[in-house]
């Protein structure tokens, strides 16, 4: 079978190509991939090439398919997994495999399976971890996003407090208290604000921080404070560039108390500083953004490391634990990954996005792998949809959905290719 992908040969050296694709062995899975959400960490790998942990050094003769935060169905099943996996079936993929200790992973290390593809071949070692994973929700837009999804519930699970005059950490955000999400108005940001609201021990009061007033409004369009309200949470926006004393203002919201929990977004050092300085006693700051630079360093408040047992952590990824919570949460509706998202694109906008990735202004950004289509912000559809019919109709059918892209508009768009 032949398969349309994007392939990377080294540094900035993205090519879209077809190419055949071997036969399936016993111990493998042929996947038809509808979406595939465009991950920094695939940006990140394109600018380093070889240099990149989990790029195979001989990338420039077996080129590897880039993209892991993808979703489709399953179409033929090698026969050591037929009574598992059935053609058909939707799934997901925890795309951090650890398989024996290897760095490879899918996007950055596999000649056949990866993201950005309309078909590829899921290796016998991610069924082995329990990584391939059937998706019973609508749409595949959310089984797409559950990857994204999953990494910022592994930072609420990885966050800790202690209990006094012990030795035990209690792991995870602390019921009741005030968490901050610094850096938070763009797309994992409001997935955590979308997951800190779902989950049963829930903060009593939410904090999210930026300096964009446009990144604010329209996350407080997409997760209002009035919706927290409904679930007994406080949820504030705050444009911490308009103030005059950021730390002063941010610790009265919390009546002098500080934050149990701090997230820091942005791999800034001012926000660094600035989330150590609003630790309360035993508060905990997840550094959850990710540098590109290895001397990356911050100051951090040591005394309070000792005196008011504040702690600071960092997390990177999620496990299929994760994953499969993040998925479930979404197809009962209880989290809307869809509030990330702000682009939708065909397979011919895929380098271009990639390589622009930092750039592209609003969240993320979803490559459908079996259309050509420019890649489109979605709230330009309603002036594309004077001239174009596809856009007129998805500006209306995102419309019903609080401007949010949506089952049925993904539905709508594949149809509209003949994708299903």
């Given amino acids: 079978m032949k398969t349309k992908a994007v392939r990377m040969y080294g540094l900035d050296d993205l090519r879209l ?53 993808m979703a489709g169905i399953i179409e033929k099943v090698g026969k050591q997994y037929e009574g598992q996996f059935r053609k058909g079936q939707k799934f997901s993929l925890q795309p951090a495999l650890n398989y024996k200790g290897s760095p490879y992973s899918p996007g950055y290390s596999y000649e056949y399976f990866g993201g950005n593809a309309t078909y590829n071949i899921i290796p016998p070692e ?78 009593s009061k939410i904090v999210v921080t930026d300096i964009s007033q446009d990144r604010l409004d329209r996350a407080a369009k997409w997760v209002s404070p009035e919706s927290a309200k409904a679930k007994g949470v406080e949820l504030l926006y705050v444009n911490t560039g308009k103030m005059a004393d950021p ?103 895929t380098i271009d996005a990639i390589m622009n990735l930092p750039n592209i202004p609003g969240g993320k950004k979803l490559i459908y792998n079996h259309i050509d289509l420019p890649l489109t912000a979605i709230e330009d559809f309603e002036a594309l949809g004077v001239e174009n019919p596809l856009f007129k109709t998805l500006h209306e059918l995102v419309e019903k959905n609080n401007g949010l892209w949506n089952a049925e508009a993904e539905h709508y768009l594949l149809t509209y290719f003949n994708v299903l």
């Fill in 247 to 349: 730390i002063s203002d941010l610790m009265t919201l919390t009546d002098g108390h500080g934050y149990d929990d701090v997230f820091v977004y942005a791999p800034i050092v001012p926000l660094v500083e600035q989330g150590d300085k609003l630790l309360a006693h035993d508060g905990c700051m997840n550094f959850f953004a990710g540098p590109t630079d290895k001397t990356f360093t911050a100051p951090i408040n040591l005394y309070n490391v000792h005196y008011s047992n504040t702690h600071i952590m960092g997390s990177t990824g999620g496990n299929t634990n994760d994953l499969i919570e993040a998925l479930d949460l979404s197809a009962r509706g209880l989290i809307n990954p869809s509030v990330m998202l702000t682009h939708i694109g065909g397979m011919d906008a």
């Fill in 17 to 69: 190509e077809t190419f055949e694709l071997p036969e399936i062995k016993a111990d493998e899975i042929l996947v038809k991939v509808i979406s595939d959400s465009v991950c920094m960490s695939t940006y990140k790998a394109v600018k380093q090439g070889k240099n990149h942990k989990r790029v195979p050094q001989n990338v420039d003769e077996h080129p590897i398919i880039v993209g892991h935060e």
């Fill in 126 to 203: 991610v069924m082995e971890l329990g990584c391939l994973l059937v998706y019973e929700g609508d749409g595949f837009f959310n089984a797409s996003l559950g990857e994204p999804m999953s990494c910022i519930i592994g930072g609420f699970h990885a966050s800790y407090h202690t209990v006094p005059n012990t030795y035990q950490h209690i792991m995870g955000t602390r019921p009741d208290g005030n968490l901050i999400v610094l850096g938070g108005a763009g797309p994992m940001g409001l997935g955590a604000v979308e997951y800190a609201l779902a989950i049963d021990e829930k903060p």
